[in-house]
């Protein structure tokens, strides 16, 4: 959703910079590509394309911290029922609770959080690299 608000503001912000360049009839060779590079979707999708794999290799080195949950479960039942051994009706109100924690760290996985992390900071750096490239392309 975020991404999706990002890019109609951009998209707006764009819209009015074109207006109000448009009304000046001379564009400098810096004014073509600074607006050039502000307003190309291709650099504004490899720019998103690299801040997903940024938050993936985070998402990697964070893997390795322990993780810990607790859980709180509380109610009340109220309700009538037959007593089996008098036959009679019997008003209940019962209340029950439970609480728990857990909490785990992997200790050792085959190095696979290790090798996860380098491949995820690969990805990255390859991502960063590409969004350098499409701008480069442009100007």
């Not at 709180?72 to 009538?80: A, Q, S, V």
């Not at 959080?113 to 442009?138: R, T």
């Amino acid at each position: 959703m975020k991404v999706l608000h990002y890019l109609i503001y951009t998209a707006v912000i764009s819209l009015l910079n074109m207006q109000s360049m448009a009304q000046s009839a001379n564009w400098s060779l810096q004014q073509c590509i600074d607006s050039a590079l502000r307003n190309n979707l291709s650099i504004q999708q490899n720019e998103l394309l690299k801040d997903a794999t940024k938050v993936g290799y985070r998402q990697s080195k964070e893997n390795l911290l322990p993780d810990l949950n607790a859980n709180l479960n509380h109610g009340i039942n109220t309700g009538r029922s037959i007593d089996p051994y008098s036959n009679t009706y019997v008003d209940q109100t019962i209340r029950y609770a439970g609480y728990g924690a857990s909490s785990g760290l992997t200790l050792f996985n085959g190095l696979s959080l290790q090798h996860s992390i380098k491949q995820n900071k690969a990805a990255y750096e390859a991502s960063v690299m590409e969004w350098q490239q499409v701008k480069d392309n442009i100007t």
